[in-house]
Antibody
Framework: QVQLQESGPGLVKPSQTLSLTCTVS??????????WSWIRQHPGKGLEWIGYIYYSGSTYYNPSLKSRVTISVDTSKNQFSLKLSSVTAADTAVYYC????????????WGQGTLVTVSS | QSALTQPASVSGSPGQSITISCTGTSSDVGGYNYVSWYQQHPGKAPKLMIYEVSNRPSGVPDRFSGSKSGNTASLTISGLQAEDEADYYC??????????FGGGTKLTVL
C-alpha cells in the first residue's frame, strides 16, 4: 500500500519561500510510471493543481504559478519536494502531495495534507 | 488555464440519483478521455472515484458512474446514500500537458 506524507513548516512569512517535502512509502519513486504531484486547496475553496515531477526529473507546472514553483525529486530518499517563492497571504492553503498515473490526471494516492499559513 | 465549470451544489434524497456536470473546452475535457472525479469529505484528502471518464477504481461502489459528451463530463450517483454527502471535483488533462480541476460541487443528501 503506497502512502504519502507531507512535512514542512506550517507558518511562513510573506516574501519568503515555502518548502514542503513528501515522503513516499510502500513504493519506489524511481520505479517509473507515475507522476509525483503537488495540489493545494485554499481554505473553503476548490483544488488547484500546482505541478508534478517524473522520477527522471521532468517537470510540469501550473502556468499561473510557474514563475514561483520548483518541484524536485530525491530518489535516494524516496521523496519529492515543493518550493514556492515570494509567498503572500494568497498562498495560505492546505498542500497535498499525490501520485498520478495515466495521463497525469488520475491521482490515486494522496497525502493527508498540511496547512501552510503565510503570515508575519 | 480556466477551471472547469461545475454546479456549486446539488441535492437528492436517499435512494435517488443525481448527476454532476463538468464543462470544459476542446482543449481539455473534449479533447481527451482523461477526466477524473474525486470525492472529498470535510477535513479529509480527496478520494479517486472515477478515472479516464468512466472507470471505477477497485473498492468504489458501482453506484458511481462517469460519462462524457463533447466538452462536458458527468458523474452520476445512483441509489444515494447518506455517506455520499461530500464535495466532488472533476479534473482533466489539458493540451498544455497540465491538469485543471473543476470548482467543486457540494452534494447534500436530504
Amino acid at each position: 500500500q503506497v502512502q504519502l506524507q507531507e512535512s514542512g513548516p506550517g507558518l511562513v512569512k510573506p516574501s519568503q519561500t515555502l518548502s514542503l517535502t513528501c515522503t513516499v512509502s510502500g513504493g519506489s519513486i524511481s520505479s517509473g510510471g507515475y507522476y509525483w504531484s503537488w495540489i493545494r486547496q485554499h481554505p473553503g475553496k476548490g483544488l488547484e493543481w500546482i505541478g508534478y515531477i517524473y522520477y527522471s526529473g521532468s517537470t510540469y507546472y501550473n502556468p499561473s504559478l510557474k514563475s514561483r514553483v520548483t518541484i524536485s525529486v530525491d530518489t535516494s530518499k524516496n521523496q519529492f519536494s515543493l518550493k514556492l517563492s515570494s509567498v503572500t497571504a494568497a498562498d495560505t492553503a492546505v498542500y497535498y502531495c499525490a501520485r498520478a498515473t495515466t495521463a497525469m490526471v488520475t491521482f490515486d494516492y494522496w497525502g493527508q495534507g498540511t496547512l501552510v499559513t503565510v503570515s508575519s | 488555464q480556466s477551471a472547469l465549470t461545475q454546479p456549486a451544489s446539488v441535492s437528492g434524497s436517499p435512494g435517488q440519483s443525481i448527476t454532476i456536470s463538468c464543462t470544459g473546452t476542446s482543449s481539455d475535457v473534449g479533447g481527451y478521455n482523461y477526466v477524473s472525479w474525486y470525492q472529498q469529505h470535510p477535513g479529509k484528502a480527496p478520494k479517486l472515484m472515477i478515472y479516464e471518464v468512466s472507470n471505477r477504481p477497485s473498492g468504489v461502489p458501482d453506484r458511481f458512474s462517469g460519462s462524457k459528451s463533447g466538452n462536458t463530463a458527468s458523474l452520476t450517483i445512483s441509489g444515494l446514500q447518506a455517506e455520499d454527502e461530500a464535495d466532488y471535483y472533476c479534473s482533466s488533462y489539458t493540451s498544455s500537458s497540465t491538469v485543471v480541476f473543476g470548482g467543486g460541487t457540494k452534494l447534500t443528501v436530504l
